[in-house]
């Protein structure tokens, strides 16, 4: 099993829709969540960590699950420019500073 | 905040020829540096890490050697290419003054190997 995973979609979705991706971790010792974006052949970018209240930025939720290992990210009100592949990243409690594992993607597009 | 620059964005190489991609950091002391490759269409793959000058971790074996000469200065290399070396390689920062801080990234070396 994957240390994070997420479901690669594709996710095609119409303008001004609600989607909501999920990434799940093996690990319960993880102890930081992000969520980064990559647009085609660019880098990632990071959009927003993962708190353990869940927080929003905008139109963006992220949320934290703990109990069953699990991070999602909500995005209401879908914009074209919403399209990318959105990444979860995990951070492990453990001294090495590889702790940090990204999930495959789950790719967005919103259309028209 | 930090800033990665990352050159050269583009590089096409023959087979059998040197590679030195260069990173440096600003904005930040001590942090810890990565070197990732993405192929086309896949998900990143963690090359190196390292956690101060001169202390590299490798976490694949592959024909790529990496260094940090500087604080700041991270540097992939390798002696002769291969094919299979191309990709989209990205290198990353990360603050180690809070322990949960998130990586940046530069902007990558789109290399492709001919």
Request: proline fraction near 5%; charged fraction near 15%.
């Amino acid at each position: 099993r994957k240390e994070v995973e997420q479901d690669p979609g594709p996710f095609n979705v119409p303008e001004g829709a609600t989607v909501a991706f999920n990434c799940t971790y093996s690990n319960s010792a993880s102890q930081s969540f992000f969520w980064y974006r990559q647009d085609c052949r660019k880098e990632p970018k990071l959009l927003m960590s993962v708190y353990s209240s869940g927080n929003e930025d905008g139109r963006f939720t992220a949320q934290l699950n703990r109990a069953s290992q699990y991070i999602s990210l909500l995005i209401r009100d879908s914009k074209l420019s919403d399209s990318a592949t959105y990444l979860c990243v995990v951070k492990f409690s453990s001294g090495s500073a590889r702790q940090l594992t990204f999930g495959s993607g789950t790719q967005l597009t919103v259309l028209p | 905040s930090q800033t990665i620059h990352q050159w050269p964005a583009t590089l096409v190489q023959p087979v059998g020829s040197p590679l030195s991609l260069e990173c440096t950091v600003e904005g930040t002391s001590n942090p810890n540096l990565y070197w990732y490759r993405q192929a086309a269409g896949r998900g990143l793959q963690l090359l190196f890490y390292s956690v101060g000058i001169g202390q590299i971790s490798s976490e694949v074996p592959q024909n790529l050697s990496a260094s940090r000469p500087q604080d700041r200065q991270f540097i992939l290399s390798s002696k002769k290419l291969l094919l299979s070396d191309s990709g989209f390689y990205l290198c990353a920062s990360r603050d180690t003054s809070s322990y949960n801080s998130p990586l940046h990234f530069g902007n990558g070396t789109r290399l492709t190997v001919t």
